[in-house]
């Protein structure tokens, strides 16, 4: 019996369609069990039906395995119906239905009766003419009508105008147009020119991300198949082990570096010899294994209650010890019942990175001191006692009931339960119109802002105020960058020693980063946030690798969108855990604050004890800078203490102020002596 031959042939397609739906798959399978070995038609009839009725709703988008699956379905329910004389009708529907799916598709010639193949060849003509196809070189790709396709010896195309493109790497496509009516049988002979030299990589792991000459060319992807065994095999690896071919399909003339990157693995760097892209051929690299990269994590606390979180995953609770982690920069938070604490970090291979992690600033509320009434009190109250959910850098702790404002400070200030508090008092008038909001540090520095209770939103500047917190860090590349009128990009004012060996010229516009064009400082700076290794730049010729590197930035002075006691609360944590450069730039961040507040004294004793081992950008010459200014604020009897401030700060040519892009500390400190003279 013909039916019985084809049952391994089915078991070899369910196996081929992996995990996708396994239930669908044993149903195929049964079916074809059943009439094949059995002869049960109703039985086999039904569990195609279910097959159809769950692929069908999918049609053209079905992966290629599936959609084999939906039409020889289609095939075998229209040679069942043919055997029944009450179903016999349907099974021109049957083949309608596969014809218009994919009329590509044959069907099996020795399960289908000559009447039904005659019949399907009939409808077949009626919509749509085979052409014949011819591909050299093979193993490319078809486009019809832009829409792609396997390369088939025989195509059936619907009648009308066609355009047929075929495409391979490493040569020039090839295009051709057809115009096709009923009873045409016509040819498309594809011969391609070659233009180029091809390289093909299989990568272990599968997504990673592929770059030459620092130009992103996309992801290695799946797995690859029995076509890899050759290249795999030798290695002791399965081709299943590798991803799929990843094919580099025009490579230059001359020497190439390609770059292999992916998460949790060592980024590789292979030099491609100039014999891969002359004379033009193709070819295929050894599988290329990249070895994993980690680093373990420890965050311990004094807190209770602190959960662990890493770019947004969960950790578990704390203390989290000896933890594996992939290196590279994550966003560290935990979550304290009250507040948290939240710092950027870079994960080296092979090293151990911790971390004691303390509650973000938490902003105690004292209450509204007074028992004088006015309108909107109630509802003042109330946004006070809510003002927690619209802060986003503070844990905000509501007064307790029934105690005073004095009672709550002195409690607040014996038990460090908060290092911010925040205080409502009446404006004294005929009529209350106003309430004083006084924010201020456990250490006295202090904040007022009048709101007044009947506008619509009188904390609103407060909030906006408190969420503003300034980040003493960016990502940069030892760069001083402008935008100039005129200018197709970012314009290099200076560049570090490195930067200049690596071959970044000052004087010289930035064009493009990572093969993407830039035209401002401003576009640069999210390319850098989200970049993942060093990076390339361009300016009018080759490209220039840089590494990103982490740059210090000041806090502005007398900001009226900062909340300046919220700065130092939040200054004062990031400084209990800081060490070397970070602590030191902290401290001069921290004496900043104190100059806003106009304590210049205090700001001297955080500067002379602060060192930077920096020399460009914000650097030690800015923190000696700053020591001249505060020793000028605080008089005359201080002036030789300034100038020694200030020719100290001389010896530092690249230093800046603000920022690595801010403006020179020398040409400040030159000027401020001679104003001394």
């Known amino acids: 019996m013909h039916l019985r031959r084809f049952l391994p042939l089915a078991l070899l397609l369910g196996l081929s369609l992996g995990a996708q739906d396994p239930a669908l798959r044993d149903t195929f399978l049964q079916a074809k069990a059943l009439w094949a070995t059995q002869g049960d038609r109703e039985g086999a009839t039904a569990r195609f039906e279910k097959v159809v009725e769950a692929l069908a709703p999918r049609g053209a988008s079905l992966e290629a395995d599936w959609l084999a699956v939906l039409c020889e379905s289609y095939n075998w329910l229209a040679v069942l119906d043919d055997r029944s004389a009450l179903n016999r009708p349907r099974a021109q529907t049957r083949l309608q239905a596969l014809i218009d799916l994919n009329p590509d598709f044959e069907v099996d010639r020795a399960l289908t009766s000559q009447r039904l193949a005659t019949l399907f060849d009939r409808l077949k003509a009626e919509k749509y003419a085979p052409v014949k196809l011819s591909y050299a070189p093979e193993g490319g790709k078809l486009l019809v009508d832009g829409r792609p396709g396997p390369p088939l010896a025989r195509k059936f195309l619907p009648f009308g105008a066609h355009k047929l493109t075929y495409t391979r790497p490493g040569f020039a496509p090839a295009e051709l147009s057809l115009e096709l009516a009923p009873r045409d049988a016509k040819t498309a002979d594809f011969k391609l020119v070659r233009v180029s030299s091809t390289v093909t990589l299989y990568v272990q792991p599968s997504g990673a991300e592929v770059l030459v000459d620092g130009r992103s060319l996309g992801r290695t992807q799946g797995k690859a198949g029995p076509e890899a065994a050759p290249v795999a095999v030798p290695l002791g690896l399965r081709p299943e082990d590798l991803s799929e071919a990843f094919v580099i399909p025009e490579l230059g003339p001359g020497k190439h570096k390609l770059e292999l990157r992916a998460p949790c693995f060592r980024t590789k760097v292979l030099e491609m010899g100039e014999g891969l892209a002359t004379p033009w051929a193709d070819h295929t690299l050894e599988p290329i294994r990249l070895e994993s990269s980690k680093g373990t994590l420890t965050v311990t606390s004094a807190w209770a209650g602190g959960e662990l979180f890493l770019s947004g995953q969960s950790q578990g609770p704390l203390p989290v010890t000896q933890l594996p982690v992939c290196s590279g920069a994550y966003d560290l938070l ?4 009250a507040g948290g604490f939240s710092q950027r970090i870079t994960v080296e291979e092979g090293k151990a990175f911790s971390v004691e992690a303390r509650p973000k600033p938490r902003l105690a509320f004292l209450g509204l001191e007074g028992e004088a009434d006015f309108t909107g009190r109630a509802r003042f109250l109330a946004q006070l006692e809510g003002f927690g959910d619209r802060l986003q850098q503070l844990a905000f702790l509501p007064a307790r009931p029934g105690e005073a404002p004095g009672e709550a400070l002195a409690r607040v200030k014996a038990s460090r339960e908060a290092e911010l508090v925040l205080l409502a008092t009446p404006v004294p008038d005929k009529v209350i119109h106003q309430v004083e909001l006084r924010l201020a540090t456990l250490e006295g520095e202090e904040e007022r802002l009048v709101v007044k209770p009947l506008e619509q939103d009188p904390l609103g500047p407060l909030a906006t105020r408190l969420n503003a917190l300034p980040v003493i860090h960016e990502p940069g590349l030892g760069l001083s960058l402008l935008d100039l009128p005129g200018e197709p990009g970012p314009w290099v004012l200076a560049a570090s020693e490195p930067a200049q060996k690596a071959g970044i ?39 220039v690798t840089l590494p990103v590197q982490i740059e210090a930035l000041e806090i502005p002075l007398s900001a009226p969108d900062l909340c300046y006691p919220a700065v130092l609360a939040h200054l004062r944590l990031q400084y209990a855990g800081a060490r070397g450069d970070e602590a030191n730039l902290i401290r001069l961040n921290l004496a900043l604050g104190h100059m806003h507040f106009r304590a210049f004294d205090k700001a001297i004793d955080l500067l002379r004890d ?35 401030a200030f020719r100290q700060a001389l010896k530092y040519p690249q230093a800046t102020l603000l920022g690595p892009d801010g403006p020179l500390v020398a040409p400040l400190a030159r000027q401020a002596l001679e104003d001394l003279k």
């Open 334 to 337: 935990v979550r304290f019942p």
């Open 505 to 543: 010229q000052p004087g010289k516009a930035l064009t493009q980063v990572n093969g993407k064009p830039i035209n401002s400082v401003q576009a640069l700076r999210p390319l850098l946030e989200g970049a993942r290794g060093p990076v390339a730049l361009v300016q009018g010729g080759g490209p």
């Open 610 to 644: 602060a060192r930077l081992s920096t020399v460009a950008g914000v650097s030690q010459g800015t923190l000696d800078y700053h020591t001249g200014i505060c020793f000028l604020r605080l008089g005359a009897a201080y002036q030789a203490e300034a100038v020694q």
